[in-house]
């Protein structure tokens, strides 16, 4: 994977997020490559969801700029222009551009194609796991049906994309380990397979950009296992780039390939996983002392 600046998929650049007198988060700038599995960590309170609110369209940020790119790397060369006219986006024959903190969330996930999932899962617990996966592609069905003209018509062009929405969804229940289940209510399946589904269901709409907020939450070491080898099967099979906030540190230093760590709403350390897990500041971050207090804290604790 390329270590080039211009190969980056996001670039966050000075965000901050104030709510009345707090600053949740102060001035943040990262990117994240394209391709690579980015996770965005750090103590509760230390603002990680409200950065995702920002990116996915739920807040719109006090000050910055947030930058997705589509296509070729080359594209970025146009992102001062993009930014100076006020506009969202900017398309061309080589790639696109959208400056997500002037975009809504609809369009967010519609135009920019950044899929997110939450914290609580939030699956349509009384359909079938594949109705789970084929309202996902609601959107893209709807155009092709002419808004259900052509589908009323019985039009052989609505006809295949309703076959490709299938066959997409077939896809991700193998993936995932769900064809059995298919007929069955979502909200009937053990929890570890719901988190699967939801993460399916957001690769559904062909994100360029997944957002997973706490992914591994409630997982056991088996369903942990499985998830990390279905991250990393959408990193490498599908070249889709992932954001993820994650509190197991186990899945975020087996899985990713860059971190990013906040304390505060600040960043404190940004870079490969061991060079963070590493860095003195993390440490105290997490240990809750000071910087000179963190070799004390870690004799005491026994790391």
């Known amino acids: 994977m390329s270590d080039a600046a211009d190969d980056a998929v ?18 943040l700038s990262f990117t994240a490559r394209n391709g690579d599995i980015t996770a965005l960590i750090g103590p509760n309170g230390a603002g990680k969801t409200t950065v995702f609110n920002c990116i996915t369209g739920f807040y719109k940020p006090t000050e910055g700029r947030i930058a997705l790119r589509h296509g070729d790397p080359r594209v970025w060369t146009a992102l001062a222009a ?108 053990p929890y570890g397979a719901q988190r699967r589904l939801e993460i399916a269901r957001a690769m559904c709409t062909e994100p360029v950009l997944l957002c997973l907020d706490e992914p591994a939450a409630g997982l056991n070491p088996r369903e942990s296992a499985e998830l990390n080898a279905l991250l990393l099967s959408i990193r490498d099979r599908h ?33 490969p996983p061991r060079q963070v897990r590493d860095d003195p500041r993390v440490i105290a971050a997490y240990l809750g002392v000071a910087d000179e207090e963190v070799a004390r804290a870690e004799a005491e604790v026994g790391l």
């Open 239 to 271: 070249k889709t780039s992932i954001l993820l906030i994650e509190h197991d540190m186990s899945v975020v230093m087996e899985i990713s390939d860059h971190v990013v760590v906040l304390d505060y709403g600040i960043k404190i350390s940004d870079g």
């Open 82 to 189: 993009l930014t100076d006219s006020g506009r969202r986006s900017l398309v061309r024959s080589d790639g696109a551009l959208f400056l997500l903190e002037r975009m809504p969330d609809y369009l967010v996930t519609q135009k920019a194609k950044v899929a997110r999932t939450f914290q609580n899962i939030r699956l349509f617990s009384g359909m079938t796991v594949l109705e789970n996966l084929l309202v996902a592609q609601h959107n893209a069905l709807m155009v092709a049906s002419g808004f259900t003209l052509f589908g009323v018509l019985g039009l052989a062009s609505y006809a295949q994309s309703e076959r490709r929405a299938i066959e997409r969804a077939a896809y991700w229940l193998d993936l995932i380990g769900l064809t059995d289940r298919a007929d069955d209510p979502a909200g009937a399946l």
């Open 10 to 27: 996001l670039r966050v650049e000075h965000l901050t997020m104030r709510f009345g007198g707090l600053v949740a988060v102060d001035d």
